[in-house]
């Protein structure tokens, strides 16, 4: 079964500074990846998706992902952070096999004016 | 269009007794999902939905269980509540089926359960 690995529980920045959040995955076959962010009471909102092409993935807000096939990583960047940034940011993978989407345990960022 | 709609929003319930969730997929969609997120074991997936059928389930006792309706809205409902199924429930809707998708989830804002 894939499985996904965010590895920071908590990652703060300053306003202005360039801001990453770490994922890793396992997969079998070729990964469907994707960020999702939650802000406080609300459901995930769907950042972007890596799924062909492009190792660089750029969504919305601002927002990108790396996709590295050989460190199997698929990290999420901002080159300039917003306070209105901090919130809950997901990792997930979906299986194409089995169409199972997992998620990761979330990394909590803060964004510090 | 509009999106993902769960009901209730918030409720509360005692041990004991059991509850039912409601969601209502993007128009279109045939999948739904749904998810249980808590602050220490984050989102836990507790199963899918397709054209009626139950197509993937998690690792939840038997107290949990779902239905689809033939237009696609979906329920779960949670028997015999512990204090340990309050947590958020998310339901999400995707269209695996159609062309061109590539299987993001679109998530409603959720049902928080508090059991007492």
């Known amino acids: 079964a894939q499985s996904v690995a965010q590895p920071e529980d908590q990652v703060n920045v300053a306003e202005g500074n360039p801001l990453t959040v770490k994922c890793t995955y396992s997969v079998s076959g070729n990964p469907y990846l994707f960020w999702y962010v939650q802000y406080p009471n609300r459901g995930l909102q769907f950042l972007l998706k890596y799924i062909t092409g492009d190792n660089l993935v750029k969504g919305s807000y601002g927002f990108e992902a790396e996709f590295n096939k050989s460190q199997t990583s698929f990290h999420l960047k901002k080159p300039s952070a917003l306070v209105s940034d901090s919130a809950l940011y997901f990792c997930a993978v979906r299986d194409i096999r089995n169409n199972d989407m997992r998620f990761g345990a979330g990394t909590r960022l803060t964004v510090k004016p | 269009k509009a999106g993902v709609t769960q009901t209730p929003r918030y409720l509360i319930k005692t041990r004991g007794q059991q509850v039912t969730l409601s969601c209502s997929p993007i128009?279109?969609?045939?999948?739904v999902s749904w998810y249980q997120q808590t602050p220490g074991q984050g989102l836990q997936f507790l199963f899918e939905?397709?054209?009626?059928?139950?197509?993937n389930k998690g690792n939840f006792p038997g107290r949990f269980s779902g239905r689809q309706f033939s237009n696609s809205r979906s329920e779960m409902n949670v028997s015999t509540l512990e204090l340990g199924d309050s947590a958020l429930y998310l339901c999400?809707?995707?269209?695996?089926?159609?062309?061109?998708?590539?299987?993001?989830?679109?998530f409603g804002e959720g049902s928080r359960l508090t059991v007492l």
């Open positions: 128009s279109g969609h045939r999948s």
């Open positions: 999400a809707s995707s269209s695996p089926r159609l062309a061109g998708n590539t299987g993001e989830l679109f």
């Open positions: 939905y397709f054209s009626e059928t139950q197509r």
